[in-house]
């Protein structure tokens, strides 16, 4: 099966090289879960030959450079093209676009004979819809990845403009008529999918070769770590994570967060009022990975009851779960039950009940984390990697 790969995935070196350079910062939980994808695929080429077509994560208003003409990459051995295109309001789109148009229409001629789809990413306006237009032009099958649902994401609260309402109804449309569905939740396909089309949950992918890179017990920090890494929102129950953390009485313990968002600028206020909490702000992923082996505990307080945790899966918890770090997180209604066994459940999502659960845990032994978190990392490594995932939708596929 020949596969064409549309989303904004680029190389390690392109991405650390856009987000030093940026002054808005690339989405890295994207980022990683397409590299991984792609690198799933590129461990099954006696089953699909994959090309990737990129549309780089930048914007006028983060990046001076203006000309961006990159030459041929590769991820994993995979060939990645990147979109050209002038780095200016509405050119860009319209430079994105047309490529993307002609590029579609003559791979699908170039492969006529052969067994083919194409796979996008729903989150880039720009390439869904020149994607979408091509393939239903040279009826070509289109597969669409929908890791978070436009207009339910928590970012487009705090984010209103023309081109975010003309974003979203766009997305809305386009998000139906789709071939072939991979959602992160089966509650997504509710939503999605009104034709009954073809639906499979990959809730997320982590990646198979991480567990060479943990951290014995013995150099775990001597103090006891809080982690949280990612978007800075009370409606993500960051607020409350810090509240319950200040009601927490020991002088060895340390929360450290990691990330960005509208909470960033509350984060002085809540250092000079705890010394325990430290804000790193927004580094690179791989930076995090590294801290997520050192940590005691890793959290994500996500609430519940707000209505787009139905839809999405946090990337992070599986990155949280392969380091073999314990996790602790809500009973997330977009997670299967099958992860009860492996994370400490938040059962009261109040600011006592999260402080209540953080002192808990924390009063087990050393021993007893690290063989939880072990359980963890061994079950997504078995059932959730990207080799593994990727195969699984190389399947749904050809089926």
């Known amino acids: 099966m020949k596969i064409l790969y549309i989303s904004s995935v680029c190389s390690t070196k392109i991405l650390e090289f ?3 350079t940026s002054k808005i910062k690339p989405g890295q939980a994207v980022q990683k879960f397409h590299r991984l994808l792609v690198e799933g695929f590129a461990k099954h080429v006696d089953l699909c030959q994959v090309e990737v077509l990129t549309s780089l994560p ?3 208003g983060g990046h001076k450079k203006i000309v961006w003409n990159l030459q041929e990459d590769k991820l994993d051995g995979i060939p990645v093209q990147y979109i050209p295109f002038l780095n200016l309001p509405v050119l860009k789109h319209i430079f994105v676009f047309c490529f993307t148009f002609f590029k579609v229409i003559l791979w699908r001629f170039s492969n006529h004979k052969k067994e083919r789809i194409v796979i996008c990413d729903i989150l880039n306006v720009s390439v869904v819809w020149a994607t979408f237009i091509a393939c239903k032009i040279v009826r070509q099958n289109i597969a669409v990845i929908v890791t978070d649902l436009p207009f339910y994401s928590v970012l487009n609260y705090h984010k209103e403009s023309f081109l975010k309402r003309t974003y979203l109804k766009i997305s809305s449309f386009i998000l139906k008529h789709f071939d072939f569905y991979i959602g ?5 396909n509710e939503i999605i999918n009104p034709n009954n089309k073809p639906f499979m949950v990959m809730e997320g992918l982590v990646d198979d070769k991480i567990s060479s890179n943990t951290v014995p017990l ?7 770590i809080v982690l949280y890494a990612g978007g800075l929102y009370e ?3 960051v607020k409350k994570l ?3 953390f200040v009601l927490l009485n020991s002088d060895d313990l340390e929360l450290h967060i990691y990330g960005f968002g509208d909470l960033e600028k509350d984060m002085s206020k809540y250092s000079e009022i705890d010394k325990r909490i430290i804000y790193y702000g927004l580094v690179i992923n791989s930076l995090v990975v590294q801290r997520l082996f050192e940590a005691t505990v890793l959290i994500n307080p996500r609430p519940t009851s707000e209505q787009f945790t139905k839809f999405s899966f946090p990337s992070k918890n599986l990155e949280y779960m392969v380091s073999g770090t314990p996790l602790l997180t809500t009973k997330l209604p977009g997670m299967p039950s099958e992860y009860n066994d492996f994370v400490y459940l938040i059962e009261d999502e109040s600011v006592e009940g999260i402080r209540n659960a953080l002192n808990n845990l924390l009063f ?3 021993v007893e984390l690290k063989n939880f978190g072990n359980k963890a990392q061994n ?3 078995k059932n959730k990697s990207n080799d593994i995932q990727a195969k699984r939708i190389i399947d749904f596929l050809m089926k």
């Open 18 to 20: 856009i987000f030093t």
């Open 58 to 60: 930048v914007s006028s």
């Open 184 to 188: 992160l939740t089966q509650q997504m």
């Open 218 to 224: 013995f150099l775990k920090n001597k103090k006891k």
């Open 235 to 237: 409606e993500f129950g």
């Open 242 to 244: 810090l509240d319950a």
């Open 364 to 366: 087990k032994t050393e």
């Open 379 to 381: 079950f997504v490594l």
